[in-house]
């Protein structure tokens, strides 16, 4: 009996025990639940909407190519975005459901939803397979959501905005969570900006999605397995818009289209800008001006940062280092250098203080949940902090400029907007009104920054009337570049980070960003100047161009590094000047079609091996025609591959074959620059601001080539709205290979143009052509060996002596306002 007893005993604890581990088994599967299977479907004219066991999936039709899928456990209600600005268009669309699966279909797209798993697939209207959900499908882990995707074998992935890393993603995981990273490496992640979009890659097809959710998000590219890649959100609704186009270009365009383009910007803030933590006094800032218009070195911009405020409290001025800010604002203006200044969100808890006392009156600030106010440490001491989610806060925050704009500053650069506090722990628990949607600091840090730079922009462009604000950011979220230009923060004079630099500006570019700089030189440490020399050469060739060094370090001006340092930075500098004319072009084609101008080459050749090969992926488009090869400040020679088209070298006119991979010179006084044949490329003669007007010729350089290629050339005034208003000048000019000529379109707008010549400068043509027809009626034309844009005097590593022979015509365009045919 006893025997019995204890044997029973035994046996009743062995199955307490196996229920127990199958009870907590199952506790461990349900950790990741699925949708589980369809239960009913409703469907309108452009959406349906599915209920499974577990879960709901919304599919909206945007457009023919652009579907938005949200996934959440309860009923998708009415939402809310800061990212997205467009409205779903009406489009042609027919759902169908059979006893295996919902079908909604576009002209573009098709979407299979399976009843059983409730899986998504994207097909094109070729049937082809673009995307499709991997076995696991959609799993929600606690609060987090994730979709689980197929991977391709070749699939690559490019753009996720602000990214670290390769061009390709393939194989790594990042995470979005706005992150104050001073210093920061070559694989540093996360980083100051979060925009979760990115582009997939596979079998000559290609396809953006655009995560839309504030919360930390996370994407796996295949990074410690292979066979999925993944993303996540940690709060909220899977919001994620699928968008398809035979090309990346049709991609960032649509994406652009959802998320705004980037405005045209003042001409003057695409000049070169000087900054440093910090110039003070007054007199130091208009000594280091008046060097540069002494040296002729051109300068449209110079910085103010903290020590322009009094203990660091914004909207104010220091009042021993600052004395009389409107005349140092204005004897800068009368040099032709407008001033921008440093704006951090943290304001000091001081009583008497007018911000403080205005935020406190008003209710602006963040929260904790028991009402009080949040509070951290930053540059002024104990600080709250506007909540750039409240309406409230922002017209506060815009209007708060009305002196500095009225003692003449045009400038706004907002830092520290991450939100960025000593510790850096910014608390979960923290309250964001959310524009009346309610949020935290899970929800929304990651827009904190992208609301500051909003308000700010917002209030300035009211207070400025009808000029153009410039803001400069340092954190943001998809659709910054509606309000910013945006810079990649605190970075250190390496030649990686020279290299990650243009990475970092490709991607960003990739993600609709076309307004984006580096701190030019390096800003966490003192550079070699053979560094600077060689950032200088190439911060020409990137959106925003601005040099910037940290404080108590040496100084970081051109003439800072030696006269051979100087010579080539002056020379560089005036080159960008020279490039306005296309460069100018080149934003107003950014701001119609979302595309970027700095253009990585997974734009243009995207199926193309060899332009991801560590060697290569860091070459990228300047706009449309010139193709830039960064280079280590300490090497003398780099390869460089040329793909899909003949190349010209933009010194010598030395042609290179499309396909070609070249070892090529590159010593400091030359960046390896190429130009794409067929280009059109404007310019002008040198300038030492926007100020000062060029001379009254354009110079027109045409290149050969066998491709047919058309470019707009745009002009208005470069500081305000009219153009908005119609004036503007705007004028196609149209090479045809195949005819032997170039076409000058009418032009159209209001707006007179600057320029009264044209002088077309024709490379690699035939030396011996001489005449040329205008209109059919028979021209002349000069040959020259000299460059028609760099003077004969330049300093002689610039010169470029071995130009082959160039044929030149000028063009007379006083009352030329019609089309135009030259033939030869």
Same mark, same amino acid.
């Given at each position: 009996?006893?025997?019995?007893?204890?044997?029973?005993?035994?046996?009743?604890?062995?199955?307490?025990?196996?229920?127990?581990?199958?009870?907590?088994?199952?506790?461990?599967?349900?950790?990741?639940?699925?949708?589980?299977?369809?239960?009913?479907?409703?469907?309108?004219?452009?959406?349906?909407?599915?209920?499974?066991?577990?879960?709901?999936?919304?599919?909206?039709?945007?457009?023919?190519?652009?579907?938005?899928?949200?996934?959440?456990?309860?009923?998708?209600?009415?939402?809310?975005?800061?990212?997205v600005i467009a409205l779903q268009t009406t489009t042609k669309t027919n759902i169908e459901e059979d006893v295996n699966s919902v079908k909604l279909t576009t002209d573009s797209l098709k979407v299979i939803i399976t009843k059983d798993k409730l899986h998504i697939s994207f097909y094109n209207n070729k049937n082809q397979l673009i995307?499709? $959900?991997?076995?696991?499908?959609?799993?929600?882990?606690?609060?987090?959501?994730?979709?689980?995707?197929?991977?391709?074998?070749?699939?690559?992935?490019?753009?996720?905005?602000?990214?670290?890393?390769?061009?390709?993603?393939?194989?790594?995981?990042?995470?979005?969570?706005?992150?104050?990273?001073?210093?920061?490496?070559?694989?540093?992640?996360? *980083?100051?900006?979060?925009?979760?979009?990115?582009?997939?890659?596979?079998?000559?097809?290609?396809y953006g999605i655009f995560l839309d959710n504030t919360s930390k998000t996370h994407f796996n590219f295949g990074a410690s397995n292979m066979r999925f890649s993944s993303f996540t959100v940690e709060e909220g609704d899977l919001n994620y818009y699928f968008i398809y186009h035979s090309g990346v270009e049709g991609i960032i365009s649509?994406?652009?289209?959802?998320? %705004?383009?980037?405005?045209?910007?003042?001409?003057?803030?695409?000049?070169?800008?000087?900054?440093?933590?910090?110039?003070?006094? $007054?007199?130091?800032?208009?000594?280091?001006?008046?060097?540069?218009?002494?040296?002729?070195?051109?300068?449209?911009?110079?910085?103010?940062?903290?020590?322009?405020?009094? +203990?660091?409290?914004?909207?104010?001025?220091?009042?021993?280092?600052?004395?009389?800010?409107?005349?140092?604002?204005?004897?800068?203006?009368?040099? %032709?250098?407008?001033? +921008?200044?440093?704006?951090?969100?943290?304001?000091?808890?001081?009583?008497?203080?007018?911000?403080?006392?205005?935020?406190?009156?008003?209710?602006?600030?963040?929260?904790?949940?028991?009402?009080?106010?949040?509070?951290?440490?930053?540059?002024?001491?104990?600080?709250?902090?506007? $909540?750039?989610?409240?309406?409230?806060?922002?017209?506060?925050?815009?209007?708060?400029?009305?002196?500095?704009? $009225?003692?003449?500053?045009?400038?706004?650069?907002?830092?520290?907007?991450?939100?960025?506090?000593?510790?850096?722990?910014?608390?979960?628990?923290?309250?964001?009104?959310?524009?009346?949607?309610?949020?935290?600091?899970?929800?929304?840090?990651?827009?904190? %920054?992208?609301? *500051?730079?909003?308000?700010?922009?917002?209030?300035?462009?009211?207070?400025?009337?009808?000029?153009?604000?410039?803001?400069?950011?340092?954190?943001?979220?998809?659709?910054?570049?509606?309000?910013?230009?945006?810079?990649?923060?605190?970075?250190?004079?390496?030649?990686?980070?020279?290299?990650?630099?243009?990475?970092?500006?490709?991607?960003?570019?990739?993600?609709?960003?076309?307004?984006?700089?580096?701190?030019?030189?390096?800003?966490?440490?003192?550079?070699?100047?053979?560094?600077?020399?060689?950032?200088?050469?190439?911060?020409?060739?990137?959106?925003?161009?601005?040099?910037?060094? +940290?404080?108590?370090?040496?100084?970081?001006?051109?003439?800072?590094?030696?006269?051979?340092?100087?010579?080539?930075?002056?020379?560089?500098?005036?080159?960008?000047?020279?490039?306005?004319?296309?460069?100018?072009?080149?934003?107003?084609?950014?701001?119609?079609?979302?595309?970027?101008?700095?253009?990585?080459?997974?734009?243009?050749?995207?199926?193309?091996?060899?332009?991801?090969?560590?060697?290569?992926?860091?070459?990228?488009?300047?706009?449309?025609?010139?193709?830039?090869?960064?280079?280590?400040?300490?090497?003398?020679?780099?390869?460089?591959?040329?793909?899909?088209?003949?190349?010209?070298?933009?010194?010598?006119?030395?042609?290179?074959? +499309?396909?070609?991979?070249?070892?090529?010179?590159?010593?400091?006084?030359?960046?390896?620059?190429?130009?794409?044949?067929?280009?059109?490329?404007?310019?002008?003669?040198?300038?030492?601001?926007?100020?000062?007007?060029?001379?009254?010729?354009?110079?027109?350089?045409?290149?050969?080539?066998?491709?047919?290629?058309?470019?707009?050339?745009?002009?208005?005034?470069?500081?305000?709205?009219?153009?908005?208003?119609?004036?503007?000048?705007?004028?196609?000019?149209?090479?045809?290979?195949?005819?032997?000529?170039?076409?000058?379109?009418?032009?159209?707008?209001?707006?007179?143009?600057?320029?009264?010549?044209?002088?077309?400068? *024709?490379?690699?043509?035939?030396?011996?052509?001489s005449d040329i027809l205008i209109d059919g009626k028979q021209g002349s034309l000069s040959n020259t060996q000299k460059n028609m844009v760099f003077p004969e005097e330049a300093y002689k590593i610039l010169y470029f002596a071995n130009r082959d022979k160039v044929s030149v015509k000028t063009i007379n365009l006083q009352n030329f306002?019609?089309?135009?045919?030259?033939?030869?």
């Amino acid at each position: 009996m006893q025997i019995r007893h204890i044997f029973l005993k035994i046996s009743n604890t062995l199955v307490f025990l196996i229920l127990f581990l199958v009870a907590n088994s199952q506790t461990v599967n349900t950790g990741n639940i699925p949708i589980g299977k369809f239960q009913s479907l409703k469907a309108g004219l452009q959406e349906l909407e599915i209920k499974g066991e577990n879960g709901y999936i919304k599919v909206n039709v945007y457009s023919a190519n652009i579907i938005r899928i949200r996934i959440s456990e309860k009923v998708p209600a009415d939402d809310f975005s800061y990212a997205v600005i467009a409205l779903q268009t009406t489009t042609k669309t027919n759902i169908e459901e059979d006893v295996n699966s919902v079908k909604l279909t576009t002209d573009s797209l098709k979407v299979i939803i399976t009843k059983d798993k409730l899986h998504i697939s994207f097909y094109n209207n070729k049937n082809q397979l673009i995307n499709s $959900d991997d076995e696991f499908g959609t799993l929600t882990t606690g609060n987090e959501i994730s979709s689980y995707k197929k991977l391709f074998p070749d699939e690559r992935f490019i753009g996720l905005g602000e990214k670290t890393g390769d061009l390709n993603r393939r194989g790594n995981g990042y995470v979005n969570w706005n992150t104050d990273v001073f210093g920061y490496g070559p694989g540093t992640d996360p *980083m100051y900006v979060s925009i979760p979009f990115f582009i997939g890659l596979h079998d000559s097809l290609c396809y953006g999605i655009f995560l839309d959710n504030t919360s930390k998000t996370h994407f796996n590219f295949g990074a410690s397995n292979m066979r999925f890649s993944s993303f996540t959100v940690e709060e909220g609704d899977l919001n994620y818009y699928f968008i398809y186009h035979s090309g990346v270009e049709g991609i960032i365009s649509s994406y652009t289209d959802l998320t %705004g383009k980037t405005p045209m910007p003042s001409q003057w803030s695409l000049g070169f800008q000087q900054c440093r933590w910090s110039y003070f006094p $007054d007199t130091e800032v208009l000594n280091v001006a008046r060097t540069f218009r002494e040296k002729q070195i051109p300068l449209d911009v110079i910085y103010l940062d903290i020590h322009y405020m009094d +203990a660091y409290k914004i909207f104010t001025w220091d009042a021993i280092r600052f004395s009389q800010p409107e005349n140092m604002l204005n004897t800068l203006k009368g040099m %032709g250098v407008r001033t +921008a200044i440093i704006v951090d969100p943290g304001i000091k808890v001081e009583k008497g203080y007018t911000a403080y006392e205005e935020g406190i009156k008003n209710d602006l600030f963040l929260k904790y949940p028991d009402g009080t106010n949040y509070a951290a440490e930053v540059w002024p001491g104990v600080c709250n902090f506007p $909540d750039f989610t409240l309406p409230e806060t922002r017209a506060w925050w815009g209007n708060s400029f009305k002196n500095y704009v $009225d003692q003449g500053i045009i400038g706004f650069w907002n830092d520290m907007n991450e939100p960025a506090t000593w510790g850096q722990k910014f608390p979960s628990l923290v309250e964001f009104n959310y524009d009346g949607n309610g949020g935290n600091g899970l929800t929304g840090r990651n827009i904190y %920054g992208m609301q *500051m730079a909003r308000a700010t922009y917002e209030g300035t462009k009211k207070l400025l009337a009808n000029q153009r604000p410039f803001v400069l950011t340092r954190s943001g979220y998809a659709g910054i570049q509606r309000y910013s230009t945006v810079w990649t923060g605190d970075n250190t004079p390496t030649d990686d980070h020279l290299l990650l630099g243009v990475r970092l500006l490709n991607s960003l570019g990739l993600s609709g960003v076309a307004n984006c700089g580096v701190d030019v030189g390096g800003f966490a440490a003192d550079a070699t100047k053979e560094l600077y020399t060689r950032w200088i050469t190439l911060g020409v060739f990137t959106p925003f161009f601005r040099s910037h060094k +940290a404080y108590n370090l040496k100084d970081s001006e051109p003439w800072s590094y030696g006269e051979e340092t100087e010579a080539i930075a002056k020379y560089y500098i005036q080159l960008r000047y020279q490039l306005m004319p296309y460069l100018y072009s080149e934003f107003y084609h950014a701001s119609t079609t979302g595309l970027p101008v700095n253009k990585s080459l997974a734009i243009g050749y995207p199926y193309d091996n060899k332009i991801y090969y560590s060697t290569y992926q860091n070459q990228y488009l300047f706009g449309d025609a010139l193709l830039i090869a960064p280079v280590r400040s300490t090497e003398n020679f780099c390869k460089v591959y040329f793909p899909a088209n003949n190349y010209y070298d933009f010194y010598n006119d030395k042609k290179f074959d +499309a396909n070609s991979e070249v070892i090529v010179e590159s010593p400091l006084h030359r960046l390896p620059v190429f130009v794409k044949e067929s280009s059109i490329i404007p310019m002008q003669r040198t300038v030492q601001s926007f100020d000062q007007k060029p001379t009254d010729t354009l110079f027109v350089h045409l290149y050969y080539g066998k491709l047919n290629n058309e470019i707009t050339y745009y002009e208005d005034d470069g500081v305000s709205y009219n153009m908005e208003s119609g004036v503007f000048y705007k004028r196609k000019f149209i090479f045809n290979s195949k005819e032997k000529s170039l076409t000058i379109e009418k032009p159209e707008g209001s707006y007179i143009s600057q320029f009264k010549t044209i002088q077309l400068i *024709m490379h690699g043509f035939d030396p011996a052509l001489s005449d040329i027809l205008i209109d059919g009626k028979q021209g002349s034309l000069s040959n020259t060996q000299k460059n028609m844009v760099f003077p004969e005097e330049a300093y002689k590593i610039l010169y470029f002596a071995n130009r082959d022979k160039v044929s030149v015509k000028t063009i007379n365009l006083q009352n030329f306002n019609n089309k135009i045919t030259l033939n030869w």
